[in-house]
């Protein structure tokens, strides 16, 4: 198959969906099909990017790192064209999607999208969610799934969201695998680890923390900083490292100088792609209070990586914890310092056989696999759909006639 992917997002911008378009894009190739980007520009971007289309973009208004195309979407509705397309994948519900429903529709291949973000959790961005209400992003989102063929969700939570819109298309739940080797690998020796725990003065007898992720508000990294003194009465050992940048750095270093946590918690900033392994496996605990995610790579990140997580529960987060030995969830923010401390006295170790298990159902080959499956299904649907349509253009106003006369013989 030839497989348009249409999005605003995509490399040297990184965020999770970035990845997560890299991943299925490297997982259909390995299957033998084409994968075009259609993208926005990007200053960081490289000159030569094979099967990559960049439409000129500016900066996002709220989002300053995130871009949204403003023209040449002419120019890639014809390449697109000529690359005689035989399915559409979008990735955004705005300016690379809405050309994604043009050359769907133009080109009368299925549209396949998948709904990435919670833009409920992310209205206080947009004039402190005085302008964009819940109510629009309801309206917007039934209109732009409905006129896909079908639609991937993360996560259940994702589905019920989306149908309690008014969404009607099919939708399956697909979350995106990770590459299993890139953590779970030998690269990363003991030394390494013990290196990078030393290089942020954290001992052997010292229990680390990690929180890994951007630091936004949604995040709310805020309520592990606000339990951590309820933790340290218990365990005076713990150290928490965050690692990550964005907007809410600032306020979050202030709730540490607040509580006087600076001999406990520690910021590194944005840290490179490669060496983000380290961080998981140098780390005890993978920790996280966030209630945006639809999904959350950064858990299964963590546990290919073989470390354990303590995590704000949800339907999918219940699920992908299967077994008390790959971590615990909490219902409330309030929990947080109780399961943790509860789960790290508890001292149950990882099991090597249950890990391996969940290995596929995370893994990037699980991912691809799943979504080549739900295109297929999604091709017939289309095709179903579209036959039907034509047999009703073609025989309805035959059947209207009848109808007509049939009456008309009564009246008589």
Sequence with gaps: MRIGFFTDTYFPQVSGVATSIKTLKEELEKHGHEVYIFTTTDPNASGIEPN??????????????????????????????????????????????????????????????????????????????????????????????????????????????????????????????????????????????????????????????????????????????????????????????????????????????????????????????NHVTRYYKAADYFISASRSETQGLTYTEAMAAGTQSVLLGNDYLEQLLSDVTLGVTYKTEADFPTALVDYIHSEVKMDPEVLANKMYEISSEHFGESILEFYNDMIEYYQEQSFEKEYEKEFDPTFERLKVKLTSLRQR
């Design 52 to 273: 990559i289309i960049r439409m000129p973009s500016v900066p996002f208004v709220s989002f300053k790192d995130r871009r949204v195309v403003v023209r040449g979407m002419w120019y890639a509705y014809l390449i697109a064209r000529e690359l005689e397309l035989d399915l559409i994948h979008t990735h955004t519900e705005f300016g690379a999607g809405f050309l994604g429903k043009l050359v769907g529709k133009k080109m009368r291949i299925p549209v396949i999208h998948t709904y990435h973000t919670m833009y409920e959790d992310y209205l206080h961005y947009i004039a402190h969610g005085k302008v964009i209400r819940p109510v629009h992003v309801k309206y917007f989102s039934r209109m732009f799934v409905n006129h896909s063929t079908g639609v991937v969700c993360p996560s259940q939570r994702v589905i019920d969201k989306l149908r309690s819109y008014g969404g009607t298309s099919p939708m399956r739940i697909i979350p995106t695998g990770i590459d299993v080797r890139k953590f779970s690998g030998s690269k990363v020796t003991a030394e390494d680890t013990q290196k990078l725990r030393a290089s942020l003065g954290i001992t052997e007898d010292q229990i680390m923390l990690l929180s890994l992720s951007r630091l936004s508000y949604e995040k709310n990294i805020q309520a592990l900083i606000q339990g951590l003194p309820a933790v340290i009465e218990k365990l005076p050992q713990v150290r928490m490292v965050i690692v990550g940048k964005g907007p809410y750095q600032e306020g979050l270093e202030e709730m540490v100088t607040e509580l006087n946590l600076q001999d406990y918690v520690q910021f590194t900033g944005e840290i490179s792609n």
